[in-house]
Antibody
């Protein structure tokens, strides 16, 4: 039972843009902080960004500030990540996660983003 | 480069106890809860331990966590072949205003 389903990944050239989506189900989406976490091929986990319940607070890792924007639609139980000016080092599997009793208590299956010329 | 340091690998035979360390600083582990995640081969990570020592429902009590000062540990007792995985610690860093993950530890069951 995986209540988080990501989509929107793909291949893009450096400098390009992608918008990731995450569809949530099985819990009251509007009651939880949500995060994006990524994992570069063969590397460890890296937290990317999170957003509070009503979207009024956002936090980002320094490496994506000014390029990535996290957003949510509580009516649609959906989380988004707009990624602009993509770089090769942004290549990774991007996971949508819920912040419940602990950060990242539920994970989606991930969507692969490849930035290459 | 992560601010949380873990050993790259640990190993043990079935039934043994394995301990994974996670070393940080005063702005992260020293002032916030530590959480642990298990990443089985080919699968998304899964929450294993939260708030230093709490186990989510369904996690066997063979897994235990602890924290002291600016370090934390994950112990796996009664090691089983299905415990072969990568393990990551994580916490909030007050100085960075971001979550940080450990470098990750690969556990091998010999």
């Amino acid at each position: 039972d995986v209540p988080l389903v990501e989509s929107g990944g793909g291949s893009v050239q450096p400098g390009g843009s992608l918008r990731l989506s995450c569809a949530a189900s099985g819990f009251t989406f509007s009651s939880y902080y949500m995060s994006w976490v990524r994992q570069a091929p063969g590397k460890g986990l890296e937290w990317v960004a999170n957003m509070n319940q009503d979207g009024s607070e956002t936090y980002y890792v320094d490496s994506v500030k000014g390029r990535f924007t996290i957003s949510r639609d509580n009516a649609m139980s959906s989380l988004f990540l707009q990624m602009n000016n993509l770089r090769a080092e942004d290549t990774a599997v991007y996971y949508c996660t819920r912040d419940g009793a602990a950060p990242f208590d539920y994970w989606g299956q991930g969507t692969l983003v490849t930035v290459s010329s | 480069q992560s601010v949380l340091t873990q050993p790259p690998s640990e190993s043990g035979t079935p039934g043994q106890r394995v301990t994974i360390s996670c070393s940080g600083g005063s702005s992260n582990i020293g002032s916030n809860y530590v959480h642990w995640y298990q990443e089985l081969p080919g699968a998304a990570p899964k929450l294993l331990i939260y708030r230093n020592a709490q186990r989510p429902s369904g996690v066997p009590d063979r897994f235990s966590g602890s924290k002291s000062g600016t370090s934390a540990s994950l112990a796996i007792s009664g090691l089983r072949s299905e415990d072969e995985a990568d393990y990551y610690c994580a916490t909030w860093d007050d100085s960075l205003s971001s979550y940080v993950f450990g470098t990750g530890t690969k556990v091998t069951v010999l």
